[in-house]
């Protein structure tokens, strides 16, 4: 009788370790839902932390924009300051460091060093909207947009 109860505990016990492993290693995800953009501005974001959030955004030229908020997905740093601008940080391994900056400050860089940015990515710095894609591959995630399901997928 002991024997099983060791033997069970033993097999429980590493159960639980297994799973606890598997979580550790389970990949962080935000889902974003497009529906609506284009009357709202709005998307919805589903991730760990948020079910359905808000978030700013808007499709211009078939790219998505998000507006520098607190809220956004896998985000490090930000801030808001009095003379205009706003400024983000990504990173995915604690190394790779991308920084937005925008309003009156408009650039995007990677390990501090400026990216090349287009007039219209420029623009929309300028209003507090950053390429969604861009930004975040650079700091190393993956984006993914499944058209069928109107879903950006943002993963590690």
């Known amino acids: 009788m002991k024997m099983k109860i ?3 505990s ?6 639980i370790i297994a799973g606890t492993a598997m979580a550790a290693d389970a990949k962080k995800v935000a889902k974003i839902k497009l529906n609506g953009i284009q009357d709202s501005k709005l998307v919805k974001m ?3 932390k948020y079910t359905g959030m ?5 499709l211009i030229d078939g790219t998505l924009y998000f507006k520098i ?3 956004l997905p896998f985000l490090r740093t930000w801030g808001y300051f009095p003379d205009n601008w706003a400024a983000a940080g990504f990173d995915i391994d604690g190394k790779t460091d991308v920084s937005v900056t925008t309003g009156s ?12 940015i287009s007039n219209t990515v420029k623009n929309q710095l ?14 190393g995630y993956k984006v ?4 069928a399901a109107k879903t950006v997928t943002i993963s590690e």
């Open 6 to 8: 060791a033997l069970l």
């Open 105 to 116: 400050k408009t650039y995007i860089d990677l390990l501090g060093l400026p990216q090349t």
């Open 54 to 58: 808000d978030l700013p955004a808007e």
């Open 126 to 139: 300028k209003r507090h909207f950053f390429p969604v894609r861009y930004v975040y591959e650079l700091a």
């Open 144 to 147: 993914d947009y499944d058209a």
């Open 69 to 71: 908020v607190e809220e």
């Open 46 to 48: 589903y991730n760990d």
């Open 10 to 15: 033993g097999i429980a016990l590493s159960l």
